[in-house]
């Protein structure tokens, strides 16, 4: 139980495009999703929290414009990379939570999306 | 300052050799420590969650809190080559935000 799948696994897109990433819970319901972003040999970093239903929550230094968060449903959060350019190559990773979790502290993560803008 | 602190390896150990990770932080207001490992093209699955000081055993993991050096660990005793991953601490105040290290690269050879 408790699966998170992302799609695409891996894109390749044009400077000045745009791209989406969606995040689904497979099994359970998510009030909470996080996005984070990950470069190479560097830390997870948090770029937002969202919550079904409401506006997502950015973290400092991430553009909220730019970076495009919707939680429509409990199972599915998508993420909107805008006019990307070169230097938001990164790979994109979703976790979700569930909303009656005793274990506050599990976050269950997506594989993964790998964006490259050339 | 980075939040959380980790050598990045990578580490290589023969098979059946006990592995130990480690990581440091900042932050005293900390008091959620967590595992995580990470496979290739993976995201990232929970080892093992600690909360506050003290010492947890789950099987061959053993993870270690030293709140009063900021400084945790991770034992794996009896290593496997299938153990070959990047293992990811991640630390918290509140669960609203988790704040990660950079990862360390394992690998067990055979």
């Known amino acids: 139980g408790a699966v998170v799948s992302q799609h695409p696994s891996r894109v390749i897109c044009k400077s000045g495009t745009s791209v989406k990433i969606e995040c689904r819970s497979l099994d359970f319901q998510a009030t909470t999703m996080f996005w984070y972003r990950q470069f190479p040999k560097q830390s997870l970093m948090l770029m937002a929290t969202s919550n079904e239903g409401s506006k997502a929550t950015y973290e400092q230094g991430v553009e909220k414009d730019k970076f495009l968060i919707n939680h429509a449903s409990l199972t599915l959060s998508t993420l909107t990379v805008t006019s990307a350019h070169p230097e938001d190559s990164s790979f994109y990773i979703c976790?979700?939570?569930?909303?009656?979790?005793?274990?506050?502290?599990?976050?269950?993560f997506g594989p993964g999306t790998r964006l490259t803008v050339t | 300052q980075k939040e959380v602190e980790q050598d990045p390896g990578p580490l290589s150990v023969p098979e059946g050799a006990i592995v130990s990770l480690n990581c440091t932080y900042s932050n005293s207001a900390f008091q959620y420590f967590m595992w995580y490992r990470q496979y290739s093209r993976k995201g990232p699955e929970l080892l093992m969650y600690?909360?506050?000081?003290g010492n947890k055993e789950d099987g061959r993991f053993t993870a270690q809190v030293d709140k009063s050096s900021k400084y945790i660990s991770l034992f794996i005793r009896d290593s496997q080559p299938s153990d070959s991953a990047t293992y990811l601490c991640?630390?918290?105040?509140?669960?609203?935000?988790?704040?990660f290290g950079s990862g360390t690269k394992l690998n067990v050879k055979p």
């Open positions: 991640a630390m918290s105040d509140n669960f609203n935000k988790f704040y």
């Open positions: 600690t909360y506050s000081s």
């Open positions: 976790s979700a939570r569930q909303p009656t979790q005793v274990r506050t502290y599990e976050q269950y």
